[in-house]
């Protein structure tokens, strides 16, 4: 069981808007720690999306967008597209267990 | 550019050793803080180990305290990861990956730069 709550699939038709939502506790996210958003490919290693709630790396488009609000957070994703096709974790900290918690996965399916 | 080269995984028997190795390149490796995150076959993420830029501060998952040992050797650029006492449940990707700032800590609890897994398989 994960300490960050996440659906385990979300889909959407290409061109869509899709949210996969990550839910926290008072000692994770609901503590003020930032959440990061990975995004793995299918044998590929993770690859940072979102830092700091709602930071994109350089090379990282703008359709996609992180949020946060008390102890949850949200990954956006707009104008789907096929490659987007992977499983999206999201990631803090927990105060309580002293280590970098991750979420247990979402998989995005486009149809 | 950032790249992170494993090396060490295998198959081992239970109560074995294993020690995986990381050699970076692309950054100033002594400046970052780096990172041990492994995956279990056709499961999620979790954290195993930390260290600090210096290799001073070392921090460690309770499923593997006293069992792993995190370290780094800056002269060579290089991050290891000693696992001793090996269980069935460590059979894992491992991933070694790297922080944004030079400790571990609040604003630098993420990681910027992943290595490619190196499977660590333990089985009799």
């Known amino acids: 069981q994960s300490v960050l709550t996440q659906p385990p699939s979300v889909s959407g038709a290409p061109g869509q808007r899709v949210t996969i939502s990550c839910t926290g506790s008072s000692s994770n996210i609901g503590a003020g720690y930032d959440v990061h958003w990975y995004q793995q490919l299918p044998r590929t290693a993770p690859k940072l999306l979102i830092y700091g709630n709602n930071n994109r790396p350089s090379g990282v488009p703008d359709r996609l967008s992180g949020s946060k609000s008390g102890a949850s957070a949200s990954l956006a994703i707009t104008g789907l597209q096929a490659d987007d096709e992977a499983d999206y974790y999201c990631?803090?900290?927990?105060?309580?267990?002293?280590?970098?918690?991750f979420g247990g996965g979402t998989k995005l399916t486009v149809l | 550019e950032v790249q992170l080269l494993k090396s060490g995984g295998g198959l081992v028997q239970p109560g074995g050793s294993l020690r995986l190795s990381c050699a970076a390149s692309?950054?100033?490796?002594?400046?970052?803080?780096m990172g041990w995150v492994r995956q279990a076959p056709g499961e999620g993420l979790e954290w195993v180990s930390g260290i600090s830029g210096s290799g001073t501060a070392t921090y460690y998952a309770d499923s593997v305290k006293g069992r792993f040992t995190i370290f780094r050797d800056n002269s060579k650029n290089t991050l290891f990861l000693q696992m001793d006492s090996l269980r069935a449940e460590d059979t894992a990707l491992y991933y070694c990956a790297k922080h944004p700032l030079y400790y571990y800590g609040s604003g630098s609890y993420y990681f910027d730069y992943w290595g490619q897994g190196t499977l660590v398989t333990v089985s009799s």
């Open positions: 692309g950054f100033t490796f002594s400046n970052y803080a």
């Open positions: 990631q803090s900290y927990d105060s309580s267990l002293s280590k970098v918690v």
